[in-house]
């Protein structure tokens, strides 16, 4: 099992992010940190072998912490400035994914890490071949969220919306929030509960059909 800690300020943001990792096969939440000082303690104290990071975090960046945990990393983070990701890859992180992102999007992501990590567990020599297939590994299912003929950011407002609500919403309310038609509205929500990063469910009111309320999914 490849041993996964996630460090986020936000312990529900951790509880999905780790929820999300639970369902990759291969692959264990070892613990959570919510400050850049609880991760140093957490790397001493659990020896993970993998960290998911956000960038902002109470205490100090996770950009900057990052070159001391000396373990693998993937930054998770809505920091989407060209300097944040720029100063991700010198300080290591093997991947950047930008939040909010669907189940399918991060799960995609650890699949390539543990093969990238099989492919580098012997103790040998490599040729440039070998190196090569490593880096396009790592990299081989990274895509976007935003399923054939719809757009990713409007897929990423959606989810946005939908995080910042922390409540259920029905198609008809992210559309007047966003001010976007309900039916498209409708099609983004339909995607992203397909994804598995939303729950939906029905809501029943006094009278009338039954409407699907949709909810950013916390485990």
């Known amino acids: 099992m490849i041993r996964t800690l996630i460090v986020d300020?936000?312990?529900?943001?951790?509880?999905?992010?780790?929820?999300?990792?639970?369902?990759?096969?291969?692959f264990a939440v070892v613990g959570t940190a919510h400050t850049a000082a609880e991760a140093r303690a957490r790397v001493r104290e659990?020896?993970?072998?993998?960290?998911?990071l956000d960038v902002y975090l109470p205490d100090e960046s996770g950009l900057a912490v990052l070159p001391e945990l000396q373990t693998d990393t993937i930054v998770l983070s809505a920091a989407?400035?060209?300097?944040?990701?720029?100063?991700?890859?010198?300080?290591?992180?093997?991947n950047y994914l930008i939040k909010p992102f669907t189940t399918r999007q991060l799960a995609e992501r650890l699949t390539s890490y543990a093969r990238f990590r099989g492919l580098l567990a012997e103790d040998r020599a490599l040729g440039q071949d070998d190196?090569?297939?490593a880096y396009r590994v790592l990299h081989d299912q990274d895509r976007t969220s935003a399923p054939k003929g719809q757009s990713t950011a409007t897929s990423r407002l959606v989810s946005e919306q939908l995080c910042r609500a922390g409540r259920p919403l029905s198609a008809a309310e992210v559309a007047g929030e966003l001010g976007m038609a309900r039916a498209t509205a409708q099609r983004?929500?339909?995607?992203?509960?397909?994804?598995?990063?939303?729950?939906?469910?029905l809501r029943y009111g006094a009278?009338?059909?039954?409407?699907?309320?949709?909810?950013?999914?916390d485990a």
């Open 9 to 26: 300020d936000d312990f529900r943001v951790a509880g999905v992010h780790a929820g999300f990792v639970e369902e990759v096969d291969g």
């Open 188 to 201: 983004y929500l339909t995607a992203l509960a397909e994804s598995g990063s939303v729950r939906m469910r």
């Open 80 to 94: 989407t400035d060209s300097a944040s990701v720029a100063a991700a890859i010198r300080a290591g992180a093997l």
């Open 46 to 52: 659990l020896a993970p072998d993998l960290i998911l």
């Open 131 to 133: 190196v090569d297939r």
């Open 207 to 217: 009278t009338g059909r039954p409407e699907h309320e949709y909810r950013w999914s």
